[in-house]
C-alpha cells in the first residue's frame, strides 16, 4: 500500500511507496550555489549576484542500495576584479541545480553572468536565468545605480538613476519551500549598488554596497543566495568586491523505514529526528555518494 505523506503545499498524495524491486520515491529540494556580486574600478554601481538555480519535486524513484552523486555548490567567491561567471552546481542523483550568475562589473569584465538566476547589469548585458529554474537578473541604469540579481521567485529589479535618486536594485524573491515542515524562504538575488547611496538585497541575497566605496554584503549560506554589488565613488576608487554567493543545499524527505547513508564520506549530512512518519535530510556541503537502505 502507497503510504501518504503531507507535501509542502499541504496536498496529500501517494509518497514513499517502494516496489518489489527494492525502489523509494521521495521528495527532494535541490539549490545551487548563489553568483557572487558585481566588483567597481574607477567607476560607482555594480550589480548584484544571481540566486542559485532552485529545483524541488515531490516525487524521485531511486533504487535502495545504490550510490548517487550528491554535490553542494559553494557560492561564487567575492573577487575585486573579475570572478567566474558562474557559482558552482549542485547535484543529487538525476538533478542538477545551475549556480547563479555572477553580477555585472562596472569598468573591466562588465557582462553579467548566465545562471540558474542571472546577474544584475551593471553597464552591459542582463544576466539570463534558466526557466524552472530561477529569473534574469535586473538592468542597470545609465549613470545610476546596478541591476538586482535574479531570484527563484522573480527577476531582479532594475537600479534607477537621473532623473531622480541614484539607487541599486533589489535582488529578485527567494522561493518558499515546507520540506523541513516549515517554510524557509531560500535563493533570493542580491542587491545592485550605487555609491554612496543606500540600496536593498532582495529576498535572502546580499546588499550591494552601502556608501562609497564599499564592498558588497554576502549572501546567506545553505539557501543559494546572491551576492550584493560592490560599490566605489567614481575614477581611483575601488577595486571593491562584490559580495560572496551563499552555498547551497539537498534536502531530501523519505519514510522514517529507510536510512541514508554516505559511503566514503565527503558529506556533511543533518537528519533529525523522524517526525510524521518522515525522515528529513539536509546536505550542506561536500561532494560524495549517498545510499538508501
Same mark, same amino acid.
Given at each position: 500500500?502507497? *503510504?501518504?505523506?503531507?507535501i ?8 514513499g511507496?517502494?516496489?518489489g524491486?527494492?525502489?523509494i520515491?521521495?521528495e527532494?529540494l535541490?539549490?545551487?550555489? %548563489? &553568483?557572487?556580486?558585481g566588483?567597481?574600478?574607477?567607476? #560607482? ?6 540566486a542559485?538555480g532552485?529545483?524541488s ?5 531511486l ?6 552523486t550528491v554535490t553542494?555548490g559553494?557560492g561564487?567567491a567575492s573577487?575585486?576584479?573579475?570572478? @567566474?561567471?558562474l557559482a558552482p552546481?549542485?547535484? #543529487?542523483?538525476? *538533478?542538477t541545480?545551475k ?6 562589473f ?6 553579467a553572468?548566465n545562471?540558474?538566476s ?7 548585458n542582463?544576466g539570463?536565468?534558466i526557466?524552472?529554474? &530561477? ?6 541604469s545609465v549613470?545610476g545605480? %546596478?541591476?538586482?540579481? &535574479? ?7 532594475? &537600479?534607477?538613476?537621473?532623473p531622480g535618486?541614484?539607487?541599486?536594485g533589489?535582488?529578485?524573491p ?5 520540506i @523541513?515542515g516549515?517554510?524557509v524562504?531560500?535563493a533570493?538575488?542580491?542587491?545592485g549598488a550605487y555609491g554612496?547611496?543606500?540600496n536593498g %538585497?532582495?529576498g535572502t541575497g546580499?546588499p550591494g ?14 539557501l ?6 560592490g560599490s566605489g565613488?567614481?575614477?581611483?576608487s575601488?577595486p571593491n568586491a562584490?559580495g ?5 543545499i539537498v534536502?531530501v $524527505?523519505y519514510?522514517? @523505514? #529507510? ?5 566514503g564520506?565527503g558529506l556533511t549530512i543533518?537528519?533529525?529526528g523522524?517526525?510524521g512518519? #518522515? $525522515? *528529513?535530510?539536509s ?8 545510499e538508501?537502505?
Amino acid at each position: 500500500m502507497p *503510504v501518504l505523506g503531507t507535501i509542502g503545499s499541504g496536498a496529500s498524495r501517494a509518497f514513499g511507496f517502494t516496489s518489489g524491486k527494492g525502489k523509494i520515491n521521495l521528495e527532494y529540494l535541490v539549490i545551487a550555489g %548563489g &553568483g557572487a556580486g558585481g566588483a567597481v574600478f574607477n567607476a #560607482f554601481t555594480a550589480g548584484g549576484g544571481g540566486a542559485g538555480g532552485h529545483l524541488s519535486s515531490p516525487s524521485l524513484e531511486l533504487f535502495l542500495g545504490t550510490p548517487y552523486t550528491v554535490t553542494v555548490g559553494a557560492g561564487g567567491a567575492s573577487e575585486p576584479s573579475g570572478g @567566474t561567471p558562474l557559482a558552482p552546481d549542485s547535484v #543529487f542523483a538525476t *538533478v542538477t541545480a545551475k549556480g547563479g550568475g555572477r553580477g555585472g562589473f562596472a569598468s573591466f569584465n562588465p557582462l553579467a553572468g548566465n545562471g540558474g538566476s542571472g546577474g544584475g547589469q551593471a553597464d552591459n548585458n542582463i544576466g539570463t536565468g534558466i526557466p524552472g529554474q &530561477g529569473n534574469d537578473g535586473g538592468a542597470g541604469s545609465v549613470l545610476g545605480g %546596478g541591476g538586482g540579481g &535574479g531570484g527563484a521567485a522573480g527577476a531582479g529589479s532594475a &537600479g534607477s538613476g537621473n532623473p531622480g535618486p541614484r539607487t541599486g536594485g533589489n535582488g529578485g524573491p527567494g522561493e518558499d519551500n515546507s520540506i @523541513t515542515g516549515s517554510a524557509v524562504t531560500r535563493a533570493g538575488g542580491g542587491g545592485g549598488a550605487y555609491g554612496g547611496v543606500a540600496n536593498g %538585497g532582495g529576498g535572502t541575497g546580499g546588499p550591494g554596497g552601502n556608501g562609497a566605496p564599499a564592498q558588497g554584503t554576502s549572501g546567506a549560506a545553505n539557501l543559494g543566495a546572491g551576492g550584493g554589488g560592490g560599490s566605489g565613488n567614481g575614477p581611483g576608487s575601488g577595486p571593491n568586491a562584490g559580495g560572496s554567493g551563499g552555498s547551497g543545499i539537498v534536502i531530501v $524527505k523519505y519514510p522514517d @523505514t #529507510f536510512t541514508i547513508s554516505n559511503p566514503g564520506g565527503g558529506l556533511t549530512i543533518s537528519t533529525p529526528g523522524a517526525s510524521g512518519g #518522515f $525522515k *528529513v535530510s539536509s546536505i550542506t556541503a561536500g561532494t560524495g555518494n549517498v545510499e538508501f537502505s
